[in-house]
Antibody, heavy 118, light 109 residues
Framework: QVQLVESGGGLVKPGGSLRLSCAASGFTFSDYYMSWIRQAPGKGLEWVSY????????YYADSVKGRFTISRDNAKNSLYLQMNSLRAEDTAVYYCARGPDSTAFDYWGQGTLVTVSS | EIVLTQSPGTLSLSPGERATLSCRASQSVSSSYLAWYQQKPGQAPRLLIY???SRATGIPDRFSGSGSGTDFTLTISRLEPEDFAVYYCQQYGSSPGLTFGGGTKVEIK
């Protein structure tokens, strides 16, 4: 069965960096676009970034452009999010999700919490 | 960027009742690339509907989606106890901004 497992969250000071990982299994990872989506405490969902199956196409939300970098390693079935210059407003649960494709985001990980605070 | 507005913000209903949730887009959603997700406290969102009206794998047929252009609806024909949750719509046809609506909470009356 499809599984997505995020890791790498934690407490970081404003201006700091963090790298999130997402380990995928149960499907051919290299066939799918992958995304990061976040949810601030008590708030709604916000799409952060996506990367095409080959890694050749990448998009970011304006709120993270220039600070976050998405990448993938198809040989390791893994997705990454390098987060630099973190701000308090980046505090959220970060979800890894399969997609988007014609079936939207059809599988999600359980999420990893990132807290940016001094 | 397409803005999605969900209404109502909260829907108070009893088990067995019908729930009708609305999602309105600020401009036409490409090829009906509109999805609905369900989220329960402490859990990741779960895909219910994609392509405006197609049910995702394993989703009961009491959930149905309809609409096109700028107006979309999620209907739960008869609420089960496990259906009380927050529901989000999302458009995924207009890159790069893959926007979500603000959510509708369906609570027990």
């Amino acid at each position: 069965q499809v599984q997505l497992v995020e890791s790498g969250g934690g407490l970081v000071k404003p201006g700091g960096s963090l790298r999130l990982s997402c380990a995928a299994s149960g499907f051919t990872f290299s066939d799918y676009y992958m995304s990061w989506i976040r949810q601030a405490p008590g708030k709604g969902l916000e799409w952060v970034s996506y990367i095409s199956s080959s890694g050749s196409t990448i998009y970011y939300a304006d709120s993270v452009k220039g600070r976050f970098t998405i990448s993938r390693d198809n040989a390791k079935n893994s997705l990454y999010l390098q987060m630099n210059s973190l701000r308090a407003e980046d505090t959220a649960v970060y979800y890894c999700a399969r997609g988007p494709d014609s079936t939207a985001f059809d599988y999600w990980g359980q999420g990893t919490l990132v807290t940016v605070s001094s | 960027e397409i803005v999605l507005t969900q209404s109502p913000g909260t829907l108070s209903l009893s088990p067995g009742e019908r729930a009708t949730l609305s999602c309105r887009a600020s401009q036409s959603v490409s090829s009906s690339y509109l999805a609905w997700y369900q989220q329960k406290p402490g859990q990741a969102p779960r895909l219910l509907i994609y392509g405006a009206s197609s049910r995702a794998t394993g989703i009961p047929d009491r959930f149905s989606g309809s609409g096109s252009g700028t107006d979309f609806t999620l209907t739960i024909s008869r609420l089960e106890p496990e259906d009380f949750a927050v529901y989000y719509c999302q458009q995924y046809g207009s890159s790069p901004g893959l926007t979500f609506g603000g959510g509708t909470k369906v609570e027990i009356k």
